[in-house]
């Protein structure tokens, strides 16, 4: 069974950025789809973005399109999330996850159901 570790977290102004990674221990890394999702307290946990076995497909939430990414490093077993112009509305807790199954073209993936093994999570501030 994969572990997950996230780590990058922390406090930043607005229109700052920052860097999460997750690394991961266990099975073979390259064989577990991946993904970020966040969660305020009192709140459902919300997709942020995924990211194929093999890293070539990416997929995001609106809210973040266009200021966040996700890349992998399958030889290094970390999935990252690069987080740029942030707004104090991206404060809360980002999890890392991974799937035992393919990303296939399906809304699936966008759920929590889908991922089988989640982080601890990591706190992110935005400061106005």
């Known amino acids: 069974q994969v572990q997950l570790v996230e780590s990058g977290g922390g406090l930043v102004l607005a229109g700052g950025s920052l860097r999460l990674s997750c690394a991961a221990s266990?099975?073979?890394?390259?064989?577990?789809?991946m993904g970020w999702f966040r969660q305020a307290p009192g709140k459902e946990r919300e997709f942020v973005a995924a990211?194929?076995?093999?890293?070539?497909?990416?997929y995001y939430a609106d809210s973040v399109k266009g200021r966040f990414t996700i890349s992998r490093d399958n030889a290094k077993n970390t999935v990252y999330l690069q987080m740029n112009s942030l707004k104090p509305e991206d404060t809360t807790v980002y999890y890392c996850?991974?799937?035992?199954?393919?990303?296939?073209?399906?809304?699936?993936?966008?759920?929590?159901?889908?991922?089988?093994?989640w982080g601890q999570g990591t706190q992110v501030t935005v400061s106005s």
């Open positions: 996850a991974a799937g035992a199954k393919p990303m296939l073209d399906s809304p699936s993936f966008y759920y929590t159901p889908f991922w089988d093994v």
């Open positions: 266990g099975r073979t890394f390259s064989s577990f789809s």
């Open positions: 990211i194929t076995r093999s890293g070539r497909t990416t």
